[in-house]
């Protein structure tokens, strides 16, 4: 299991402003020669014989099956939309190690665990001209790592809602914080588009993140590109960038993962737009396509051997009212490119925080509305 408690003490401090030598057993593996004895018969020694050693053949190595790699299951935990903002602010100062308490559990049990930070990490800087602007401290990321998350997503329409100065600050962040690990964003378009990469029992997963919405007054100042800083974009010729960090990532990894930004906001089914990302993405060798945006949970399933989720929903998130406070986590397993179970774990959002629902009719009524949402996807079960 990728778990980095421990480093909820240094995001902490961020708050507030011997080897051992492995022993070698010795033995002789020279061949052994053996002498034969004196004749009874004979007055002469025969000089001596050397037997060789016996041949062993070299093991055998059974090759590396190009869709279940070394055939170890690896597990996921995908959530939604999460910032810091209102009464969740206070809470987050309080106390960040338990904030997350109520879902922790869910999300420690996987191996890999991913959200969307949705929000700049910042104390500074000047609100950008838009409707919404989020920004936390980086206990933010104290809370995340105490909840066992290991990958976090600035993919999003509110990482540079404070300008230069909350880029610059999110970006320190980044540097100082190796877990939970920020993704999507950068000094450049290189490190926005570099994956997360983890090795679990021998498996190579890789989560790469990007955003396909952004305001159209800020989208080109927000984008990274080879000179400039800022996040990975999906949206329209900067897809071929996704598309072909995809096709790169796909050729020395077991399992690939493309976490997005994207959809219509209060929409429960997929935009013809996402639906054509999601089939382009599985083409270039993504095995795993989830994201989230529009703040309400949308279908998923199958696309052919891939597995989609349009819409993960809010997350940890201050609008709890109706759908809004709908949340949840998505749990998939997968051996290599084989994806081999997928299920949903209810929950609500109460106090800013996603709530699992007890076992009980109205979790089942829940996971039954969840998955009739695959009704307008054109994915199946």
């Not at 070394?70 to 309080?94: C, I, M, S, W, Y």
């Not at 939970?180 to 570099?194: D, H, K, L, Q």
Request: with cysteine.
């Amino acid at each position: 299991m990728v778990r980095r408690f421990l480093l909820a003490f240094v995001l902490a401090a961020l708050v507030a402003g011997g080897a051992v030598a492995a022993g070698a057993l010795l033995r002789d593996d020279a061949p052994a020669q053996q002498h034969a004895r004196p004749s009874a018969s004979s007055s002469t020694t025969a000089p001596p014989t050397t037997v060789p050693p016996p041949t062993v053949p070299p093991p055998t190595v059974p090759p590396r099956d190009p869709r279940r790699g070394n055939g170890q299951p690896v597990t996921f935990a995908f959530g939604g939309d999460v910032h810091f903002e209102g009464g969740l602010r206070a809470k987050l100062l309080a106390d960040p190690a338990t904030l997350l308490g109520p879902v922790a559990p869910v999300l420690a049990a996987a191996d890999v665990a991913v959200v969307n930070l949705e929000t700049a990490i910042t104390e500074r800087g000047a609100p950008e001209d838009k409707q919404y602007t989020f920004r936390t401290p980086p206990a933010a990321l104290a809370a995340l790592g105490a909840a066992g998350i290991d990958a976090v997503s600035m993919a999003n329409n509110h990482a540079l809602d404070y300008g230069p100065d909350g880029l610059v600050d999110s970006l320190g962040a980044k540097a100082l914080t190796p877990s939970p690990v920020i993704i999507g964003v950068g000094a450049n378009a290189g490190e926005a588009y570099t994956p997360y990469r983890v090795d679990v029992r021998g498996q190579r997963i890789a989560v790469i993140a990007a955003t396909d919405v952004l305001d159209g007054n800020l989208a080109v100042a927000w984008t990274a590109t080879d000179t400039h800083a800022g996040i990975a974009s999906a949206r329209a010729q900067r897809a071929d960038r996704l598309l072909a960090t995809v096709l790169a990532t796909r050729a020395d990894s077991d399992t690939v993962v493309v976490f997005l930004h994207w959809g219509i906001e209060d929409q429960m089914c997929p935009s013809a737009g996402q639906r054509t990302l999601a089939q382009r993405l599985v083409d270039a060798g993504a095995d795993i396509v989830v994201g989230s945006h529009a703040h309400r949970l949308q279908g998923a399933g199958r696309l052919g051997t891939a597995f989609v989720d349009y819409g993960l929903a809010n997350f940890v998130f201050y609008n709890e009212a109706g759908p809004a406070g709908v949340s949840g986590v998505l749990q998939v397993t997968a051996t290599g490119r084989d994806v081999d179970a997928y299920s949903w774990v209810p929950a609500q959002i109460r106090g800013g925080v996603p709530k699992p629902l007890p076992a009980g009719p109205d979790a089942d009524r829940a996971v039954a509305d969840w998955n009739a949402l695959r009704d307008c996807t054109g994915l199946a079960p």
